[in-house]
């Protein structure tokens, strides 16, 4: 069986808030660490059926980009659904949300 690994390093500063975040993946096309301004895991807690998650972000990261970063993930995980669960209707009410939020940071810039 195959194995892959994914390993996030993180620099924090004197108050523990993410300077630099590096990640590597085994799968990656491009070997060696990259750099990143913010991630979100989410990980399926079985036996506690409910979601853990792991949100981090850079102290450079720009307002504009995090609410990007955000409108993408949320727009990502529509697709997922859609393909793990086949509910389309559920996948456009996400994307519609998506719709949304878009046209709201377009009016606040």
Request: net charge negative.
């Amino acid at each position: 069986m195959k194995k892959s690994a994914i390993r996030f390093e993180i620099e924090l500063d004197e108050n523990n808030v993410p300077d630099t975040i590096r990640w590597d993946a085994s799968d990656k096309p491009d070997p060696g660490l990259s750099t990143t301004k913010a991630i979100s895991v989410a990980l399926w807690d079985d036996t506690q059926k409910n979601t853990l998650r792991i949100d981090l972000w850079t102290k450079d990261m720009p307002v504009d980009e995090m609410k990007r970063f955000y409108i993408d993930s949320i727009g990502g995980l529509a697709q997922s659904l859609l393909q793990s669960t086949g509910d389309e209707a559920m996948a456009a009410e996400i994307n519609a949300v998506c719709e949304r939020l878009v046209r709201m940071v377009k009016a606040s810039s």
